[in-house]
């Protein structure tokens, strides 16, 4: 009776163990992957481009944005021009985006607009909701709007993205004034 009690103890502790190591394995956190960016192109926009990176990087886990090191292939570019911002993705977290003087020029605040094309560059579309909490709203919101970081949903989106390594098509957007 007592041997019978020490193996079931031993059955036990050994399934206990097992057990243990299967459940930490499934909850292990996907890799960081970390995108290099290049903003040598993006004239006197380089500091908000960098803030834009840094506005993502202050909400999601799964991604990272960092200034290309000397002799690697940047994952993104950034320019500028005198149009609309707009970005143009190869595959999810690949691709380039112009900031463009005109959304400036009519007021629209630079921080929101680097890190909106950011969030193109990560997967996310235009959502022309015309809330300033809502980064992805573009310039459907007010050009008042100083929001320039993703919402709660905005980066579970992208940390989704990324810790399942989805791939995104090809695909341009382009900031439009509001109608």
């Known amino acids: 009776m007592a041997l019978r009690r ?3 103890t031993l059955v036990l502790l050994a399934a206990a163990l097992v057990g243990v190591q299967l459940a930490q394995a499934g909850v292990a956190q996907a890799a960081v992957r970390v995108l290099y960016y290049d903003v040598s192109q993006a004239q006197e926009f380089q500091q908000v481009a960098r803030q834009g990176a840094q506005n993502w990087n202050s909400r999601v886990t799964n991604v990272r944005l960092e ?12 320019y500028a021009d005198n149009g609309w ?3 143009y993705t190869s595959s999810l977290g690949n691709g380039y985006w112009i900031m463009g003087r005109q959304a400036v020029n009519q007021g629209y605040y630079q ?10 560059i990560l997967g996310l579309p235009d959502r022309r909701t015309g809330l300033c909490a809502d980064l992805m709203s573009g310039s459907s ?5 100083t929001n320039a970081f993703p919402n709660s949903r905005e980066a579970s ?3 989704n993205r990324f810790a ?7 695909r341009e957007f382009v900031w439009q004034p509001a109608a």
């Open 6 to 8: 020490r193996l079931s």
């Open 67 to 78: 200034p290309v090191p000397a002799g690697r292939t940047p994952n993104v570019r950034v």
């Open 85 to 87: 911002p707009r970005t």
């Open 111 to 120: 921080p929101r607009i680097s890190t909106h094309e950011f969030g193109h």
């Open 141 to 145: 919101a007010p050009v008042s709007c």
């Open 157 to 159: 989106e992208v940390n």
């Open 164 to 170: 399942a390594l989805t791939t995104a098509p090809a």
